[in-house]
T-cell receptor, first 113, second 117 residues
Framework: KNQVEQSPQSLIILEGKNCTLQCNYTVSPFSNLRWYKQDTGRGPVSLTIMTFSENTKSNGRYTATLDADTKQSSLHITASQLSDSASYIC????????????FGSGTRLSIRP | GAGVSQSPRYKVAKRGQDVALRCDPISGHVSLFWYQQALGQGPEFLTY????????KSGLPSDRFFAERPEGSVSTLKIQRTQQEDSAVYLCASSLLPGSRKDSPLHFGNGTRLTVT
């Protein structure tokens, strides 16, 4: 079983609408969780980082939440734009190993005009 | 400054050929990671370097895969006797700090898309 599960697998919304992407993880012990945006044909780019003690963090129109008790995170995108069309990947970093970085399979978001 | 640079951008290899993929990390970055990304999936860990030392190679799928970073900067991922299942995007990422500093973000290159025919 993948230690980082994302839902939905894909999502289509109209430009200007809001959406929320979900991430559940089982990685333990836990160090931090990042959301990355990956445009087609490009490498992932970090949007937000959250540690165990943080509940919410915003980066412009992106707001990430974290519930470390239930091991769930969400990424909320407000007033979507066409340029938001991309894959959004949840990435959890383990505490015990320098290289234990677990990637989810991503949510493929498409914004329609 | 320049980001992480990978070359070639695309590589087509016939089954059985050897390939070499290059990664130029951001200058001064201590950590370097290689990932394999299949279509529609998240990146899967292959190997990790701290400077020139390969500290973790547990993700390399077989002994046909070999990575090096001899001077602690440029890294090469070599795949010998390529197979069709090796077809994927190979991503390189670097990080300023050692992997023990887990708040240090990964900076990714745009990847090399390998197609084995």
């Amino acid at each position: 079983k993948n230690q980082v599960e994302q839902s939905p697998q894909s999502l289509i919304i109209l430009e200007g609408k809001n959406c929320t992407l979900q991430c559940n993880y089982t990685v333990s012990p836990f160090s931090n969780l990042r959301w990355y945006k990956q445009d087609t044909g490009r490498g992932p780019v970090s949007l937000t980082i959250m540690t165990f003690s943080e509940n919410t963090k915003s980066n412009g129109r992106y707001t990430a939440t974290l519930d470390a008790d239930t091991k769930q995170s969400s990424l909320h995108i407000t007033a979507s734009q066409l340029s938001d069309s991309a894959s959004y990947i949840c990435v959890v970093r383990g505490y015990s190993s320098a290289s234990k970085i677990i990637f989810g399979s991503g949510t493929r978001l498409s914004i329609r005009p | 400054g320049a980001g992480v640079s990978q070359s070639p951008r695309y590589k087509v290899a016939k089954r059985g050929q050897d390939v070499a993929l290059r990664c130029d990390p951001i200058s001064g970055h201590v950590s370097l990671f290689w990932y394999q990304q299949a279509l529609g999936q998240g990146p899967e860990f292959l190997t990790y370097f701290q400077n020139e030392a390969q500290l973790d190679k547990s993700g390399l799928p077989s002994d046909r895969f070999f990575a090096e970073r001899p001077e602690g900067s440029v890294s090469t991922l070599k795949i010998q006797r390529t197979q069709q299942e090796d077809s994927a995007v190979y991503l390189c990422a670097s990080s300023l700090l050692p992997g023990s500093r887990k708040d240090s973000p990964l900076h990714f290159g745009n990847g090399t898309r390998l197609t084995v025919t």
